[in-house]
């Protein structure tokens, strides 16, 4: 969900900064973590989103593929950037290039002229970088960062793809079904007004659909469309993600795998920051914003056993933040030392079963969708032409 956050910070403007979150909470944490202080937390309009999307969104994985390639290539890291600068065609991207190598001008480190965007570079990415000035290994940073973002995204892609056939099923069953409802079935109503005779009781209820259709067209269209703009608005606000998550939850088997796909983005993510460098508390604490709230009570709660001592496979079983088969990875990550590739393939372990897990469902559902559609249609197409198959019975 898009936020703007109204904040402040020592020595500057009050400023407006964009940022995407799980809730208000998140998005506070997310901006305090950059040093200021919060002022406002108001939440945008699904199309904002889609505004920012399809305008001056800031490729972060591009930046880091390129840049990565022009440091691997020998310029340094103010060359590498101007060199993206003066490629850059957008004005708004060359502005914020322009800005950071101002402040590299300065005698300030990378980290530090990142961070003064927070709505473009996140506070993951830009603990990743300041983990890496350390070290002097920024290329090892933005290598971790670039295939991080790469194996989420592609789980992402997955659950996409599988469910763009169901929608479209949906979609096209639905424009059926309203052709019939509306054009098909007002016109069979006429004609079996002037024939007469009986028919069946829920022949009668749909020819009584039409009729009221045929005599109130307007009054109807109104209705219709005021119900989906309703229901359109009601998408669009803030509000609604939150409810369909918490309805999602709720479910079962669903709500298992809404867990499992969060705990695999938690761990990668978590990975990613071990093997940068950065103390296992303080990336918990960075980690968080990516839970829903009720895992990240939980979080809360292991972050307090790991800073009073307690192992960190042991912290994460007793809040319910493993499964066996992870909590054996952790124990093996403690006794080698490597925490940071352990949580990385916890990540993989639980991406694979994700992923078994929506390729299994899309099998399922997908014909049990088709034939719900199907038994839709045909019961509607039926009830239609049920009188004509009785009189055609009557004459013979």
């Known amino acids: 969900m898009h936020y703007q956050v109204k904040a402040l910070r020592q020595g500057e403007a009050v400023a407006l900064l964009a940022c995407e979150a799980q809730d208000a909470l998140a998005a506070t944490s997310q901006v305090e973590s950059q040093g200021y202080?919060?002022?406002?937390?108001?939440?945008?309009?699904?199309?904002?989103?889609?505004?920012?999307?399809?305008?001056?969104?800031?490729?972060?994985?591009?930046?880091?593929?390129e840049l990565l390639s022009l440091l691997d290539a020998g310029l340094s890291l103010v060359e590498s950037i101007e060199t993206l600068a003066e490629k850059e065609h957008r004005a708004e991207h060359r502005k914020l290039l322009r800005q950071i190598?101002?402040?590299?001008?300065?005698?300030?480190?990378?980290?530090?002229?990142?961070?003064?965007?927070?709505?473009?570079?996140?506070?993951?990415?830009?603990?990743?970088?300041?983990?890496?000035?350390k070290t002097g290994d920024l290329s090892e940073a933005l290598t971790r960062y670039v295939a991080y973002q790469a194996r989420v995204d592609l789980v992402r892609k997955r659950?996409?793809?599988?469910?763009?056939?169901?929608?479209?099923?949906?979609?096209?069953?639905?424009?059926?079904?309203?052709?019939l409802l509306l054009y098909v079935v007002p016109k069979f109503a006429r004609i079996y007004e002037d024939i007469g005779g009986e028919m069946p009781f829920f022949s009668q209820i749909l020819?009584?659909?039409?009729?009221?259709?045929?005599?109130?067209?307007?009054?109807?269209?109104?209705?219709?469309?005021?119900?989906?703009?309703?229901?359109?608005?009601?998408?669009?606000?803030?509000?609604?993600?939150?409810?369909?998550?918490?309805?999602?939850?709720?479910l079962p088997a669903v709500g298992e795998r809404l867990m499992i796909y969060q705990l695999a983005r938690f761990y990668r993510t978590l990975g990613m920051l071990l093997r940068g460098g950065i103390p296992v508390v303080t990336a918990l604490d960075m980690v968080s914003g990516l839970l829903q709230p009720a895992l990240r009570v939980r979080l809360a709660g292991a972050a307090k056993s790991i800073r009073e001592g307690q192992a960190i496979s042991l912290?994460?079983?007793?809040?319910?933040?493993?499964?066996?088969?992870?909590?054996?990875?952790?124990?093996?990550?403690?006794?080698?030392?490597?925490?940071?590739?352990?949580?990385?393939?916890?990540?993989?372990?639980?991406?694979?079963?994700?992923?078994?897990?929506?390729?299994?469902?899309?099998?399922?559902?997908?014909?049990?969708?088709?034939?719900?559609?199907?038994?839709?249609?045909?019961?509607i197409v039926v009830l239609m032409y049920f009188p004509i198959f009785e009189l055609a019975g009557s004459i013979q």
């Open 159 to 179: 659950i996409v793809s599988a469910s763009i056939y169901p929608m479209l099923l949906i979609f096209a069953g639905s424009l059926v079904t309203l052709f």
């Open 37 to 65: 202080t919060v002022l406002s937390v108001t939440p945008q309009a699904l199309w904002n989103g889609w505004r920012v999307r399809l305008g001056s969104r800031f490729h972060l994985v591009l930046f880091s593929q």
């Open 315 to 379: 912290a994460m079983e007793n809040h319910g933040l493993t499964s066996p088969v992870a909590q054996r990875m952790l124990r093996v990550g403690e006794r080698t030392g490597d925490m940071g590739e352990m949580m990385d393939r916890i990540a993989a372990f639980y991406d694979e079963e994700m992923s078994r897990w929506v390729d299994w469902f899309t099998r399922l559902f997908e014909p049990l969708l088709m034939a719900f559609i199907g038994l839709v249609i045909g019961l």
């Open 101 to 133: 190598i101002a402040k590299l001008y300065e005698g300030q480190p990378l980290s530090f002229a990142l961070q003064q965007f927070p709505a473009v570079f996140p506070p993951l990415y830009v603990a990743s970088v300041r983990a890496s000035e």
């Open 207 to 250: 020819m009584a659909w039409g009729r009221l259709l045929e005599a109130h067209k307007f009054e109807v269209l109104v209705i219709f469309l005021a119900v989906l703009a309703g229901l359109v608005y009601w998408v669009t606000r803030p509000g609604f993600g939150r409810f369909a998550m918490q309805l999602l939850w709720r």
